[in-house]
């Protein structure tokens, strides 16, 4: 696997399940990052995680719930959604260092909550 | 807090040449990236400007002007494969990225 891989990329859930989104990459950065993207709406930031600690919860509800278990990993946990949570999840990485700031995106787990 | 704006859509012919405005309003601010996504697609990073002036990497060049608060995204010899939206997005401390709403680009034979 290279770059920046996500599962499942599809996942219908009723509002009581309970679910996780999972994130690896295998580029060896030191940051990740969570986002959903909405249709019709920018690309929302939801959580960072840098060097494995989180740096930035972008007042995300609590039904959502990161996990950083090591540089490569990243998971988002999900409980009790709501139908406006029905999005695009996208993980992405980066490294801290250099001229250059680009993030790597993942392709992505369409989210639908019924 | 942070905000970008930029137009929509935009159609053009094969060929021909688009530019993409991005005005932003931010606290913080450490540079402007842009980046490509493709209808079903993953977003691609294009170009990052931290300073003044114009970078070129083959067909796309990306501008910055802090002064005014203002970048744009130049899209040069036009293809079809072109064809996708492009946002524009806010570098800010602690790795923070905030995006704009995406341009979505038509390209017509």
């Known amino acids: 696997e290279t770059g920046v891989t996500q599962t499942p990329r599809h996942l219908v859930m009723g509002m009581t399940n309970k679910k996780s989104l999972k994130c690896e990459q295998h580029l060896g950065h030191n940051a990740m990052y969570w986002y959903k993207q909405s249709a019709k709406k920018p690309l929302e930031l939801m959580f960072v995680y840098s060097l494995e600690e989180r740096v930035e919860n972008n007042s995300v509800p609590s039904r959502f719930s990161p996990e950083c278990p090591n540089s490569s990993h990243l998971f988002l946990h999900l409980h009790t959604l709501q139908p406006e949570d029905s999005a695009l999840y996208l993980c992405a990485s980066s490294q801290d260092s250099g001229p250059i700031y680009e993030q790597y995106f993942g392709p992505g787990t369409r989210l639908t909550v019924t | ?109």
């Open chain 2, 1 to 109: 807090g942070q905000s970008l704006e930029q137009p929509s859509e935009v159609t053009a012919v094969e060929g021909a040449i688009v530019q993409i405005n991005c005005t932003y309003q931010t606290s913080g601010f450490y540079g402007l990236s842009w980046y490509q996504q493709h209808d079903g697609g993953a977003p691609t990073f294009l170009s990052y400007n931290a300073l003044d002036g114009l970078e070129e990497t083959g067909r796309f060049s990306s501008f910055l002007s802090r002064s005014d608060s203002y970048g744009y995204l130049l899209l040069q010899e036009l293809q079809m494969k072109d064809s996708a939206s492009y946002f524009c997005a806010s570098k800010a401390a602690g790795n923070k990225l905030t995006f704009g709403g995406g341009t979505r680009v038509l390209v017509k034979p």
